[in-house]
């Protein structure tokens, strides 16, 4: 099931817990992040038994579990080098501690103040290099010392392991903080966190470790676990097997108003994306010019010509969702017609593309509506929706789709690399799939119509949107996998989702037998 994101704060919170309330002291949780650090290091050695790390720590307790790592190796009986990016008497607590093992033991720590005494420093000789100078409490950029400190090391020819979290990394939004370590592998300690997950951040981390030193896995009470990762487990149940006497009419109609003259293959692409998600019927609405161009020949749709909101109204009658959007274009009948069907109709409706673009502005409207909406827009929209700008949404893109859930009371979908879904009670989700080469026109016009596929098979809005979202994902790596990123085309996600849907439900009945 989809595993728990924990922001810097709440890993703070259960730390503290862990160490006042359950009795693991802090230098015991040190002792055992440092000795995982450790073996994660030296797994990442390519030849021979013996290696020669260098590692590199800060005065917090982040540069204390590179002290411990240090010792475990130098135990172990590798060749260790120490260096300290602050002053001695910087050090506190259980760092300090750990620093003064070091000392009793003899083992030599190279202390640096300042970045010019870093211009000469090379680390090309040693096999690993361990990044213990920040931790995933850090909140402004990286400047002087530090920053030099982290050029350094990404100058190397060296595998490189982060210590919780590469130097320079956002814990909370995965972005860069003037300067970050670029990690072949990052151990942290306990939980994933957001930052490791969104990018940039999960580029920088490279191979992402979790360690268990102790935190009681249950600990963070529900109520304030927010963020989730999802995983496939999590999709098992879109793609079962069907009751051996279903017919068409169990698995829901599905209306889509898209498409314009300009822009007819985007209903197309929405239709039979829906068709192919598992959708009973689908019926393209719009008008005669679109249909004449998209419904014609052996195609899994149907057409009815609509061109006032009692039409669309009438047409959804006895149907069970609506698929609103993909190129429709912007125009004030149309502005009309959407805002009708998000507030009037009482059947579940997916809006993307030019149906938010025709709702900027009116994002109150949504919170009249009288059945679930879930709103689908790439940054560009959600800037424009939100009325802040683009950059704004990409620094920190769970705030943004939680942002846009909580004002329109509706699910928000924001699309792009790591997709993220937000409910209007703050819970997030994020995608760990897509590539990309489904950064190209018609794969949004997909995802519309596979939401709407699933939510007129009678799933709920959240659980639509979850699995039309992770299962577009999956198909879009799928197809990269055949076609390769830049050759990708929408229709080639559509093309995938067999075969995806089809291995999740051999892996379901896999996992069914497996728990029997």
């Known amino acids: 099931m989809a595993i728990a994101l924990l922001s810097s704060a709440l890993m703070r919170e259960m ?19 440092g000795r995982a650090c450790a073996q994660a290091a030296v797994e990442l050695l390519t030849h021979g038994e013996k290696g020669r790390f260098v590692v590199m720590c800060g005065k917090g307790n982040n540069g204390g579990d590179g002290f411990v790592a240090a010792r ?52 090309t000789d040693y096999d690993v290099v361990i990044d213990a100078l920040l931790g995933t409490g850090l909140s402004s950029e990286l400047k002087g010392l530090y920053a030099k400190a982290v050029q350094v090391i990404n100058s190397a020819d060296t595998a490189v392991l982060s210590v919780d ?17 670029m990690a072949t592998r990052t151990v942290t300690f306990g939980f994933p966190k957001i930052g490791q997950i969104l990018f940039p951040g999960t580029q920088y981390c490279g191979e992402l470790m979790v360690a268990d030193i102790g935190i009681p896995p249950d600990l963070p009470p529900k109520d304030a676990l927010t963020t989730w990762l999802l995983e496939e ?15 068409k009419g169990h698995f829901g109609h599905l209306v889509v108003l898209a498409g314009s003259l300009e822009k007819p293959g985007a209903a197309g692409l929405c239709c039979l994306a829906a068709a192919r998600t598992g959708a009973g019927l689908v019926t393209l609405a719009g008008g005669r010019e679109v249909l004449d161009r998209v419904v014609r020949g052996p195609v899994e749709f149907m057409g009815a010509v609509v061109d006032s909101c009692g039409q ?14 993909p ?75 939680r942002k846009l859930a909580a004002e329109s009371g509706c699910i928000s979908v924001l699309k792009g690399a790591r997709t993220v879904i937000a409910e209007p009670n703050g819970q997030v989700y994020i995608v760990p799939a897509g590539n990309p080469g489904m950064a190209g026109g018609g794969t949004g016009d997909v995802l519309t119509g596979m939401i709407g596929s699933m939510l007129a098979q009678g799933f709920e809005a959240l659980d639509a949107a979850i699995g039309a979202t992770y299962l577009h994902a999956l198909a879009g790596d799928a197809a990269a996998l055949e076609k390769g990123q830049q050759a990708l085309l ?11 849907m089809k291995r999740l439900e051999s892996r379901q009945d896999e996992h069914e037998t497996g728990s029997r």
């Open 15 to 33: 730390d503290r817990i862990t160490i006042e309330s359950i009795g693991i002291m802090g230098p015991v949780l040190m002792e055992t992040a």
């Open 72 to 123: 475990t190796l130098h135990h172990w009986g590798h060749d260790v080098s120490v260096m300290l990016f602050a002053q001695k008497n910087a050090l506190v607590g259980d760092a300090l501690a750990n620093k003064k093992i070091l000392d009793r033991l003899g083992l030599p720590i190279r202390v640096f103040t300042n970045e010019r005494e870093l211009v000469d420093l090379e680390l």
């Open 165 to 181: 979290i590469p130097s320079g990394i956002s814990s909370d939004t995965g972005h860069v903080l003037g300067h970050a370590v």
């Open 233 to 247: 487990e999590d999709l098992f149940r879109y793609c079962g097997p069907r009751d051996p006497d279903a017919h």
């Open 312 to 325: 669309l109204e009438e047409l959804c009658r006895g149907k069970q969702a609506l698929a609103v959007g």
């Open 327 to 401: 190129g429709l274009g912007l125009s004030e009948r149309m502005r009309e017609i959407i805002s009708h069907c998000v507030v009037n109709l009482p059947v579940p409706v997916v809006v993307d593309a030019d149906g938010l673009n025709n709702l900027v502005g009116s994002m109150d409207l949504l919170r009249k509506s009288k059945a679930e909406r879930i709103l689908t827009p790439h940054p560009g929209e959600m800037s424009r929706l939100l009325g802040i700008t683009t950059g704004e949404v990409q620094r920190d893109r769970p705030a943004a789709a």
């Open 490 to 500: 929408a229709s080639d996600i559509i093309a995938a989702l067999p075969t995806v």
